[in-house]
């Protein structure tokens, strides 16, 4: 993440949910308000990450990821709800790689899915479970320098670390 950009989500319930910029660690820059705004609606945003000149965000209430630009400016949203490859339960957490592929902790779906930049499915791993690789409620995502996947598996109290495809 650029350091001179950093997200903040605010608003008290999904309808209210916007996303806020602020530079230099507290001096307000702007906000971007999507409720109301037809197909660009962004109904809950609960994960973001800038990659370069891009924001990625995960619109939890419509199961989707759009794609901004640092101007709040729709690239392209994909995904929709359900459990089929590309398709979304409550995406909560997203970052990008080193080789631009976004992703995506897909909670209530158990797993973690990864796309190319313009929304084009890779791969998803894990499954509903406490084995190592299955997940109950993946939350969030990172990603290290040397691209390894962090996961924060919520409901198994633990953080399991995957390598860049996730195996």
């Known amino acids: 993440i650029n350091a001179e950009y950093m997200g903040r989500i605010e608003g008290s319930n999904m309808k209210e949910c916007r996303y806020g910029v602020v530079r230099d660690g507290a001096a307000f820059v702007r906000t ?6 037809g ?17 990625v965000v995960a619109d939890r209430g419509n199961n989707r990821i759009v794609v901004l630009r640092r101007d709040g400016s729709f690239v ?4 929709s709800e359900g459990d089929a490859p590309g398709q979304f339960n409550s995406p909560c ?25 313009d929304g084009t499915f890779v791969r998803a791993f894990g499954s509903a ?9 993946p939350c969030s995502v990172c990603v290290d320098g040397d691209d390894n996947i962090f996961v924060s598996d919520c409901d198994n109290h633990r953080i ?8």
């Open 32 to 37: 971007f308000d999507f409720e109301d705004d």
């Open 39 to 55: 197909d660009h609606n962004i109904k809950c945003p609960t994960g973001l990450c800038v990659d370069g000149d891009h924001i």
């Open 129 to 137: 479970g406490a084995a190592h690789g299955q997940f109950c409620l």
């Open 76 to 79: 392209c949203p994909f995904g």
């Open 93 to 117: 957490g997203v970052c990008v790689n080193a080789a631009g592929l976004i992703i995506v902790a897909d909670a209530n779906n158990h797993r973690v899915q990864m796309f190319t930049r």
């Open 160 to 167: 399991q670390v995957f390598n860049r495809d996730g195996t």
